[in-house]
């Protein structure tokens, strides 16, 4: 049974940051490709960062620049480091596999940027 628990969200002025983690149990967390999504009200769940088992990365392009998505294999935990955060960041963000599974989203942690 895979549990995924995402925490550091908050409430935030324009072009502060915020670290997001994600820390996932019963999964074999090395050998997978992970992504952080976000779901801002009234639209679709999108993938806004990505990396492989290796350590490759990539970005959507509205972060490009702003976010840096990393892992830690040895906790089972995955980060995302927002920095110049914009009111349109705001969203519950999520981490799951890439693609995601349906069965392991997890509650979100809430991001909200004031402008």
């Known amino acids: 049974q895979v549990q995924l628990v995402e925490s550091g969200g908050g409430l935030v002025q324009a072009g502060g940051s915020l670290r997001l983690s994600c820390v996932a149990s019963g999964s074999i967390f090395r050998i997978r490709a992970w992504g952080w999504y976000r779901q801002a009200p009234g639209k679709q769940r999108e993938l806004v960062a990505g990396i492989t088992s290796g350590g490759s990365t990539n970005y959507a392009d509205p972060v490009k620049g702003r976010f840096a998505i990393s892992r830690d294999n040895a906790k089972n935990t995955v980060y995302l480091q927002m920095n110049s955060l914009k009111p349109e960041d705001t969203a519950v963000y999520y981490c799951?596999?890439?693609?995601?599974?349906?069965?392991?989203w997890g509650q979100g942690t809430q991001v909200t940027v004031s402008s």
């Open positions: 799951n596999h890439i693609p995601g599974v349906a069965d392991y």
